[in-house]
Nanobody, 115 residues
Framework: QVQLVESGGGLVQAGGSLRLSCAAS????????MGWFRQAPGKQRELVAF???????YYADSVKGRFTISRDNAKNTVYLQMNSLKPEDTAVYYC?????????WGQGTQVTVSS
């Protein structure tokens, strides 16, 4: 059974940084494009970034130049380094396969950016 466990969120001031981690169980990880998604209160879940099996990356315009996605296939883990955080980055962050999540969503990790 696939499990996705996100961690690393927290409360940070605008301009600060956080590094999110997502540990995945199951054999799908190394053969899948993995992504980070976020959902702010009252809004739909949106794709923030993804990384392909070959290391190619995509970023939403809203985070381009500030966020960096990476992966460690040996650890079945995908990371999201978030720099220069803005209040509008406040959301619950989730990982899953991209561009559409194929597996049950984890609990997510809350990121709150204060102004």
């Amino acid at each position: 059974q696939v499990q996705l466990v996100e961690s690393g969120g927290g409360l940070v001031q605008a301009g600060g940084s956080l590094r999110l981690s997502c540990a995945a169980s199951g054999t799908f990880f190394s053969s899948s494009t993995m992504g980070w998604f976020r959902q702010a209160p009252g809004k739909q879940r949106e794709l923030v970034a993804f990384i392909t099996t070959g290391g190619g990356t995509y970023y939403a315009d809203s985070v381009k130049g500030r966020f960096t996605i990476s992966r460690d296939n040996a650890k079945n883990t995908v990371y999201l380094q978030m720099n220069s955080l803005k209040p509008e980055d406040t959301a619950v962050y989730y990982c899953n396969t991209a561009p559409t999540g194929r597996f049950p969503w984890g609990q997510g990790t809350q990121v709150t950016v204060s102004s």
